[in-house]
């Protein structure tokens, strides 16, 4: 009945073949009495409505059918006077379906309701009509239409006055013949030979004329003008090949101005032509159109193509056909463009293609066809999104399941696995059943990364071996990357360590190892991974220590991890309350510089450990630029010991100071050995300086004697510290020192420098004591206050009234006595209660 049209935009039209378009109709012929009565007769006209279908025929009769095809009783075929002498040239319906208007080249105009006889019309005007249109206001009762005679240039409305007569009203002079009428509520549109005009019933006043252009060998009459209101506002025209979209609006403020124009306009928001001629159209969606269209190309008899049903998207002045059907209809070769029409149901989606001999219904094709048929066509991903999208009674699951062994079947082996996430979500049983596709095709490395592994769905042990044995067996990285993923109790550790010792081999030596170090973690056997991390030299084993505070367990293991990790492995080491710093030691004895990395390590966070003395030897072997600040600053070492090591390494500077600790006899052979070995007269002087014994001095000078190049340095040296004398007495007559004058002068200037010091300091002395005595006498001259207070000794107060003499004795510490308290003056003028110094509490 329907199949896909290749148009000139389409690639099947020039031979290339695509895939199959989904259908956007399902078709069903109409039957039933239809079927008989077109056996004898031919449908001329009709009209849809929710109810019903309505068919006009040749013959005159005017049938009523439900939309199965099944003919209704009513007032149309209970009566002969409803009926037409000849062919039926248009029927129309009241929106509530309760009344037709027929009309014919009989001159008669038939309004009959379909259920109540009460308002039947039969109205002759002698001559042949060929439109009649009733009013769609459901108010109206029937009382007005719109008549179009053959050949007339006029618009008439008949409308029934106060006396229920009817009266002509002449709406507008047609420019030419009145080819068809559309009428919604107080609009009228009609199609004359120029073009389209539309009509305002309210204001009286035509809106506009749409002039419509063909080419010079085609005539507008011959074509039919298909109108349609698809709203209050919206009018669709198809005429010939040209479809144009028009809006009813108010003017604007500037349009506005000239008030003799009416209120509203008609304004063409999209025109676009087609490559077909139009024999009808109906809104789909907001931006899409039903069109039937008669194909203007003739077959290889010369006669007519089959029709075709399209749905064209339409922009502002650009169009897409995006779907067309070819029809094939009864007698289709036969037929002009005149010979068919489109009704719709736009409520139900429903359109009806009307032909002389055959009536077919397209529904847009439901939900669920439409997923039967993506399925049947491998699209399954379409499927899927249809049925989120609106719903479906087909199980989104079953659908999903059909998909992943479609994918299968294609090799998609990680599309198949990723669809299983989406799909199956934490269905157990569907997991297993699906994962078993995989192991026919030995893609369980595929689905890998997508099993579920949470404790809400937890699939049977044996499926994650299997997966791990097909990893171990063609991906051992993989294998690795799955072991650190997957958390270990979903599968049985042991199993899999006893796979790998069977599988094991050298080229991939280091994943398996790795591999094992963590499934023996993951058993709770810490030092066979710890092994295996060491043989693997990996790093990890550092991070494995302490998770899992294995520390009791490296201390035979000491040198391995400093050999993997020097820095890793302090700063496990160095933490006493880890592991003990004797055990670390004792494991570093016969390995001096991992020794010596750890104790000069240790230094730097224990100041007071007591392996600093295996330091001395160490810094002395390893860097001893490190030694002599470390005997400055510790003294958790032995002398001698280290003074032993050092004279043994001839470490000058390191015994220096040791000696210099020493002291006595010891700085003196420290001295010798700044003089004698390291030859360097100022740290010699400054050794002096630093010890300040006249002994080191007068050793530093009988020997600078002996050597006049050093001469002149220690008497630049020993000023403040030594009488110049000492040394200038025993420079021999005649001796030749090399700038003596210049040494001399200066040790003068420096004397006469601090003479002049002292000097200054003596006088700024006496001056600040002669100052202090003087506030000292004035202060001891000042009164001192004695009214409120009281005897230190009797505790009453010191001034008594009525009495002659008040004998006090007051003392400079600020305690006040009655004289008869202390029977005289306290010996050595000591205060009773302070005891201080008679200097500082005389009477």
């Not at 060998?217 to 011959?222: A, P, Q, T, V």
């Not at 700063?571 to 004895?589: A, G, P, R």
């Not at 008040?806 to 009773?832: K, L, M, R, T, Y």
Request: aromatic share 10%.
């Amino acid at each position: 009945m329907a199949t896909a049209l290749p148009t000139s935009a389409d690639p099947r039209f020039y031979g290339i073949q695509e895939e199959e378009v989904e259908p956007k109709f399902r078709y069903q012929r109409l039957a039933n009495d239809l079927k008989t009565i077109l056996n004898t007769d031919v449908i001329t006209c009709a009209a849809v409505h929710l109810k019903f279908l309505l068919l006009g025929t040749f013959r005159g009769r005017v049938y009523l059918f439900d939309h199965q095809g099944n003919c209704v009783d009513s007032n149309l075929t209970t009566s002969e006077n409803q009926t037409h002498k000849v062919g039926v040239n248009q029927i129309d319906v009241d929106l509530k379906g309760e009344y037709v208007a027929t009309c014919s080249d009989d001159g008669k105009v038939n309004i009959t309701g379909l259920f109540s006889c009460k308002n039947n019309q039969i109205l002759s005007f002698g001559k042949c009509i060929k439109t009649v249109a009733l009013d769609p206001d459901p108010r109206s009762h029937i009382t007005r239409f719109i008549v179009v005679f053959l050949g007339t240039d006029k618009l008439i409305l008949y409308d029934h006055n106060l006396l229920k007569k009817l009266k002509p009203i002449e709406l507008c002079s047609v420019e030419g013949h009145v080819l068809s009428v559309c009428w919604h509520s107080s609009l009228v549109a009609w199609a004359s030979h120029i073009g389209v005009r539309v009509y305002d019933l309210t204001e009286r006043c035509s809106l506009g004329l749409i002039k419509w252009e063909v080419q010079c060998e085609k005539r507008l009459e011959n074509f039919p003008c298909n109108l349609r209101w698809s709203n209050e506002h919206t009018l669709l025209i198809g005429w010939v090949d040209t479809i144009r979209i028009c809006i009813i609006r108010k003017r604007n403020s500037i349009e506005a101005l000239d008030k003799k124009l009416p209120r509203y306009i008609v304004d063409p928001v999209s025109t676009f032509q087609t490559n077909f001629y139009i024999c009808g159209l109906a809104q789909l969606t907001a931006k899409q159109l039903v069109v039937l269209g008669y194909r203007k190309e003739r077959s290889s008899s010369f006669k007519a193509l089959r029709p075709v049903l399209c749905v064209i998207e339409y922009k502002h002045d650009s169009s897409k056909e995006i779907y067309a059907d070819s029809l094939t209809l009864r007698g289709f070769e036969e037929y002009t463009v005149n010979d068919y029409s489109l009704g719709s149901i736009i409520e139900e989606n429903r359109f009806y293609i009307v032909a002389p001999k055959d009536i077919v219904v397209a529904s847009l094709i439901e939900t669920d066809d439409r997923i039967e048929w993506l399925i049947k066509h491998s699209k399954f991903e379409e499927a899927m999104e249809l049925i989120a999208t609106h719903g479906s009674n087909v199980p989104v699951l079953s659908v999903g399941r059909l998909y992943i062994n479609h994918l299968l079947a294609q090799k998609q082996y990680e599309n198949a696995a990723k669809l299983c996430l989406r799909t199956l979500g934490n269905n157990k049983v569907l997991w297993e059943e699906e994962v078993f596709k995989f192991v026919k095709c030995q893609q369980l490395r595929s689905v890998s990364s997508y099993l579920p592994t949470s404790d809400e769905c937890k699939l049977d042990p044996h499926v994650y071996e299997m997966v791990l044995y097909e990893f171990l067996k063609f991906d051992v990285d993989g294998f690795l990357n799955i072991i650190k993923e997957w958390p270990s109790h979903l599968y049985d550790g042991l199993a899999v360590i006893n796979a790998i010792h069977d599988n094991f081999r050298k080229n991939h030596a280091n994943e398996l190892l790795e591999s094992l170090a963590l499934l023996y973690s993951y058993q709770g056997d810490y030092e066979s991974a710890l092994r295996m991390y060491l043989k693997l030299q990996n790093k990890d084993v550092f991070q494995l220590i302490r998770r899992y505070e294995l520390y009791d367990a490296i201390s035979n293991l000491i040198i391995p991890l400093i050999q993997l990790d020097r820095e890793c492995a302090f700063n496990i080491l160095l933490d006493n309350s880890k592991i003990k710093t004797e055990v670390v030691v004792h494991q570093l004895e016969h390995n001096q510089l991992f020794l010596y990395w750890y104790l000069d390590s240790l230094l730097k966070v224990d100041r007071h450990n007591v392996f600093q003395n295996k330091l001395v030897f160490l810094y002395a072997k390893y860097d001893r630029k490190k030694l002599l600040p470390f005997l400055v600053s510790s003294k958790e070492y032995v002398i001698q010991e280290a003074l032993s090591i050092c004279k043994r390494e001839n470490l000058y500077p390191e015994m220096v100071y040791l000696l210099g600790c020493m002291g006595g006899v010891k700085a003196a052979e420290a001295l010798n050995i700044i003089i004698h070995r390291i030859n360097d007269i100022e740290m010699a002087i400054d050794f002096c300086k630093e010890h300040d014994d006249n002994d080191l001095w007068n050793l530093l000078i009988n020997e600078s004697t002996k050597h006049s190049e050093i001469l002149t340095k220690v008497l630049d040296g020993i000023v403040d510290y030594m009488n110049p004398m000492a040394i200038v007495s025993k420079i021999k007559m005649g001796q030749r020192i090399p700038n003596l004058r210049e040494s001399i002068i200066k040790m003068l200037w420096h004397y006469n420098i601090q003479e002049k010091i002292l000097s200054a300091t003596q006088k700024i002395q006496l001056d600040d004591y002669f100052e202090f005595h003087s506030e000292v006498v004035a202060l001891q001259r000042r009164g001192q206050g004695v009214c409120e207070q009281k005897c230190s000794l009797c505790f009453c107060p010191v001034l008594v009234t009525n009495t002659v003499h008040n004998c006090i004795i007051v003392f400079n510490c600020g305690h006040v006595h009655h004289e008869p308290c202390v029977q005289g003056v306290p010996a050595n003028n000591h205060c009773s209660e302070c005891k201080l110094r008679a200097s500082d509490c005389s009477v």
